[in-house]
């Protein structure tokens, strides 16, 4: 369209832009903004132009989106009720960060007086998180539903940004809290499965049939819930009473709420229950949607299952060097073990401890598909993820050239050979280099998956910062020490000498930290990891942005020791949250994990840092590994040497090292590995977002 | 009390404490004792590995000297110090050095907590030699057979400003310990708080849902101990919310969300204060 763009409008234009560039992308301009904008007169533009650039100060994003949304206001709204309203934006978005800023922003100026009995989600959703955590099984994460209720699929619990259903708040929040532990059930005693929509596509009304089995499969795992949680079962069944039922309906529900009731069983109610009108929904079953948590199961299934065939495969080799038939088919064996899920494994007959990571996996496929399908059961090639590296790397290496950077620096490092006993000088050419950026808009997305994770971070953090301390046995001070007063004139006593610490100071405590997060771009990481790695350096930025540590971010792969890439995602100096997006939305797997030259380029640059405390933390899903000939190559005991003296080096330097690995099966050489550092396995891969801030957290406060 | 005959007799366990085991570790602990090697006992907070080292004394008939180690411990606190009384310098015997010459069992407790130059004092004693150096006396104790040094300390991933040396940790036979399985808490529960054996069990259900938040916010989760704790207090009249709420969710921490989501979670299993 064109548009009149007078003298005024281009100004207006390069105002818009100048305020909010950093929400700006090729695809979002301000071309629609200023054509929207010049329906309205100067002066009803004014409370607009007050309050753009008061926001982008805050936050671009939270700016542009405000701009949106406050256009259609400006003829009609007077400007104090739009102030009011952007105070309340900006109050939401210092309490409760971006998300609940934008939820506020969207309700829009006009907002009703709210009912007495309203709880916000904003308001709970940091307890919820908790409360849905320590139910326990496959991590599942709480965000606000963009649906007209509650539903989940399978990761994540959605629920209504509001509730208003019962006359009280103490009421609505037990709805809040059951309707949590209903989803969590939805997720854990078999809802959703493979086969649930050629199941329902059998019917002549394949939506009708789907809503049905929902309600079914409600009752079904309100009965499951009921004995781990008494007491919540008592108030579900409180409002359960108030529903009217059939006396067909009640004899199918009185079926599904025997113990031994399974999703097959509401299948096979299906047909007598069609043509029965549906009874009232209760209020904390949400919405009867089956359909979002398929595509998420479908997806996790084919991961997992790659991954445990992968695991199969290692774990069988790790077992027995010497040959094996390579059908080894039908030789691992399975059983679940009384207490909980547990697991027995055996291979050709011999007891076999599953590693903990197979463990969990093999709850989570069982979780899915009720039993442990044969064909999981044939183990991948001891090359397992490796071809996937290959073609990686072939698929990238348009995009990476091996050749020296021309905005970085090329750097040359040792590499501690354990058999020779001694340094090969400058062994490995390292690059440090800008990563290439991506496009993917991930920090708002793991946000708002994580709303409820990151709130309740946010919060701890805050408790983080400055506390007031006695420090002891100081040479000046506030007063006199008495302890020590004591102990030092009873040697004087004895003749010895006097201690001459003898005060104590009240101090505030500054955080003096500087931290750098390395982490593992290799080939194995393709997929979940590389995911869980992404949304961890997200949550894991802005924790620390809020606490104000230093910090910096690189992620690493190497292809020979002549090719050791360090991507530079954020470096200590960088301060701006708003650019790091791309940064690390280019966070991907590559090619190899050649550890020990990173760990030693990261203690350099780590040393480089004026602080009290110099923290490294690496992130990687296993062991050292690189592809390259030289006699016997940068893998098994020679990598786990060299990763374990750089480690040690960096000790030695005063940093304190801190390994977190993600792959568990390994655990043999761990030990070795870390023992200079300190480490931590994760279970779940899918916990890293969850814990790397809490990680943080303990490993730096006293 | 004949103070003449050892005075470490007040150290003594006269009465059997109640210990239920929860795999080998008594028979560890014995051999261990037997061929003099010292003792590290590893795990959560109030799982039961004070009342494991009272029943090993008890059981081997070694007095027990216990220290909780903190910060600003030193040395003397362990070794022993002079004292001036009436203008006079008096050696006292600290803990460690008591328990040496008097073969007792000597138990530091949360050793992480105090600091490594203080903690070195253990280390010829941890070893075969077997000794312990006295430098304010200028003498060297040679340990008997009796005694028995046993530390204990809660790994999981602490600040990096509190962690157990190598050369420490690798003087010691570790015991590795948990919370006990469910059959057996729920047993101990009932047996220490005299609640019902359905009480214990919601009191393990709730507990069981609180150890998944550890390391999501919270540090550990609800122990045995905290369980024992809710336990006696229904016992004396308080209602299982009133109880728990005590006894439990703010001892587990001062964190608003935290708390919020733990007293769901114990009105999800016990029910709310008004009984529904
Ligand atoms: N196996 C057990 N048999 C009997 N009682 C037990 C057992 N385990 C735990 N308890 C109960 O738990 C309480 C706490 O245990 P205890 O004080 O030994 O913990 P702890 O491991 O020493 O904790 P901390 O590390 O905080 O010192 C005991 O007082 C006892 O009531
Ligand atoms: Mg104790």
Known sequence: ??????????????????????????????????????????????????????????????AFQATQQMIPFLATLDPPSLSLWISAVIDRYDQLGLQAALLRLREGPMRQKQQEQTLLLDEMIAMLQAFVTALGGRSLFVASSEQAGGYTNTATLFLPASLAHLPSQAGNRTLYQSMAAH??????????????????????DPEQAGRLYMILEGSRVDAKIAPLLPGLARFMASLQKKRALSSLWQEAISQLTQPEA???????????????????????????????????????????????????????????????????????????????????????????????????????????????????????????????AVSAQETTTNRYDFAPPEDG????????????????????????????????????????????????????????????????????GDEIDMDALLHAWSDFQAGQEMDERLFRHRHRRQRNVATLLLVDMSGSTKGWVNQAIRESLVLFSHALHHLQDRFALYGFSSMTRKQCHLYCIKSFTQQQLATLEPAIAGVQAMDYTRMGVFIRHASTLLNQQEAKTRLLITLSDGKPEDYDSFLGGYRGQYAIEDTRTALLEARRSGIHPFCITIDREARAYLPRLYGPARYVLLEDVRQLPLRIADIYRKLTSR | MSSDLSPLESYRIINEPYYEAVANECELFSAAFANRLPILLKGPTGCGKTRFVERMAWQLGRPLLTVSCHEDMTTSDLVGRFLV???????????????????????LDEIVEARKDTTVVIHPLADDRRLLPIEKLGTVLRAPPEFALVISYNPGYQSVLKELKQSTRQRFVALEFDYPKTGLEKTIIQKESGVSFGMASALVQFAQLTRNLKGNGLEEGASTRLLVHAGRLIQSGRTPSEACTAAITHALTDDADLIAAITALQESVLGTADGD
């Open chain 1, 1 to 62: 369209m064109a548009i009149d763009l007078s003298p005024n409008m281009l100004q207006l234009e390069e105002r818009l832009e100048e305020w909010l560039a950093a929400a700006l992308s090729t695809r979002r301009t301000v071309g629609k903004l200023v054509e929207r904008l010049s329906c309205y007169s100067e002066e009803q533009q004014q409370p607009l132009l007050h309050w753009l650039p008061i926001l982008s100060r805050i936050n671009p994003e939270l």
């Open chain 1, 183 to 204: 989803l969590w059930g939805l997720a854990r005693f078999g809802t959703f499965f493979p086969q649930l929509p050629e199941r329902l596509q059998q019917y002549a």
């Open chain 1, 262 to 388: 399974s999703a097959q069983l509401t299948l096979s109610l299906l047909p007598t229950l069609l043509e029965q009108p549906l009874p009232e929904a209760l209020p904390y079953h949400g919405l009867p949607l089956w359909q979002p948590a398929m595509t998420t199961l479908l997806k996790r299934i084919a991961e997992e299952k790659r991954r445990f065939r992968q695991l199969l495969g290692e774990t069988r080799d790790s077992r027995t060097p010497v040959e094996m038939p390579v059908v080894a088919g039908h030789s691992f064996l399975f059983s679940s073990a009384e207490e909980g899920m547990r697991f027995n494994m055996s291979l050709e007959g011999q007891p076999l401890r599953p590693p903990d990571e197979l463990q969990l996996l093999l709850r989570s496929i069982v979780q899915d598909l009720g039993q442990m399908p044969p064909e999981y059961l044939s183990p991948a090639g001891s090359a397992g993820y490796r071809s996937d």
């Open chain 1, 409 to 476: 620096s090329l750097f040359a490092y040792d590499e501690w050979d354990y058999q020779r006993n001694s340094y090969r000088k400058e062994w490995c050419l390292l690059s440090e280099r800008p990563i290439p950026p991506g496009e993917e808009k991930i920090v708002q997305e793991t946000l708002h998956k994580y709303q409820g994770v990151w709130q309740g971070i946010r919060r701890r953090f805050e408790m983080l910062r400055g506390e007031d301390q006695w420090q002891r046995r100081q040479l000046f």
């Open chain 2, 85 to 107: 009384i009436g203008g006079e310098t008096v050696w006292r015997d600290g803990p460690l050095t008591m328990a040496v010459r008097h073969g007792a069992i000597c138990y």
